[in-house]
């Protein structure tokens, strides 16, 4: 559609509410074509490693707060992303994945209460996927690594 065909009156906001609501949602499997992980996760290591870092004893402050700051600038930076791609090559994200096996409390946390594309950093973090199924959306997603590591 050119700019000279818009109706007059329409404003720029409208034009780009109607992109976002016609815009390519992500499933859970796009990030499979980016990450090169192929291994499903398997039960047997997971429960025992949540068991260790539920420990509050154990969960540092820093990394916490070290986490609350990456995950806050991300989400603002993703707000309106699409690309799969570009979300997960922000720094942000990536720092959140650097934090290994420390920031999955935290990202389990965050998706139990509010399922988002933040799933995808278990994914990297556990080098595996929690399914093969393609059209698995986030939520879904989402639930399954919570269940699988919270059992």
Known sequence: MQLSNIKRGWMPLTLAAGLITVAKT??????DQFSKIVA???????AEYIQEVNNENDI????KISFRNH??????????????QR???LPDFK??????RNAVPFILEEIEAKPSNLVWALNLIFKK???DTPNTTIEEACK????????
């Open 26 to 31: 992500p499933v859970y499997a796009d990030i």
């Open 40 to 46: 499903v996760i398997n039960r047997t290591d997971t």
């Open 60 to 63: 540092i402050l820093n990394d």
């Open 71 to 84: 995950l806050t600038a991300w989400q603002s930076k993703t707000m309106f992303l699409s690309s799969i």
């Open 87 to 89: 979300i997960i090559d």
């Open 95 to 100: 720092a959140i994945v650097a934090m290994g």
């Open 129 to 131: 996927k929690i399914t």
């Open 144 to 151: 399954l690594w919570v269940k699988a590591l919270r059992s």
